[in-house]
């Protein structure tokens, strides 16, 4: 089995930043793809970045130019650093995994718990 879990969430004021942590853990051979997801309250899930196991990301428009997404393959951690947060930008934070589990052929997919980011003054 696989663990995610994310740290790092908080209250911030608008303009702030924060950044964001989700390690995994078990028994694992290899990660590939790492992602970041929220999820804002009355709304579906949404992409918010995304890095393959080579550092090569993807944004949604939303966040282009103010968050950043980067990883620690050596520690199995995804980073999201969050700047110029905006009140929008308010929901809980999900980070996922593509995860090849040692004595396994095929990776799945696995998720953090999530935590929460609050954008208020």
């Known amino acids: 089995q696989v663990q995610l879990v994310e740290s790092g969430g908080g209250l911030v004021q608008p303009g702030g930043s924060l950044r964001l942590s989700c390690a995994a853990s078990g028994s694992i051979f290899r990660i590939y793809d790492m992602g970041w997801h929220r999820q804002a309250p009355g709304k579906q899930r949404e992409l918010v970045a995304t890095i393959t196991r080579g550092s090569s990301t993807n944004y949604a428009d939303s966040v282009k130019g103010r968050f950043t997404i980067s990883r620690d393959n050596a520690k199995n951690t995804v980073y999201l650093q969050m700047n110029s947060l905006k009140p929008e930008d308010t929901a809980v934070y999900y980070c996922?995994?593509?995860?090849?589990?040692?004595?396994?052929?095929?990776?799945?997919?696995?998720w953090g718990q999530g935590t929460q980011v609050t954008v208020s003054s």
């Open positions: 996922n995994a593509d995860v090849r589990e040692a004595g396994r052929l095929l990776s799945r997919d696995y």
